[in-house]
């Protein structure tokens, strides 16, 4: 093997290499999506427990429940039939306002 077709291998291994560092790093961004995706969820998960359990409870949208139900939306969650349990994103909700003044 002669001395260019070494420095020819190394060359292709480092060309290698550095896809592979990209390829990592793409992964690496996915993974921390996925992460935070599932964080979210979970939380919304729990809200949607809370949610149930706060009905069940209360049984219609009435006393208790409508109070629990209050503090959620209070807390950034969608109460209304449209967006149910996902976060708020764009501030006052109408749907969700005209929810609570029943
Ligand atoms: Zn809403």
Known sequence: MDKQSLFVQVANLEERIGELYVELGSLKQ?????????QR?????ARWKQVAAAEGK??????????????????GFHICNLKYG????????LFCMSFLQK
């Open 30 to 38: 996915k993974i921390q999506e996925l992460i935070e995706e599932n």
């Open 41 to 45: 969820l979970s939380q919304e998960n």
């Open 58 to 75: 209360a049984g219609s949208h009435t006393g208790e429940g409508i109070d629990n139900l209050y503090k959620i939306y209070q807390e």
């Open 86 to 93: 996902s976060l708020r994103t764009e501030g006052e909700c």
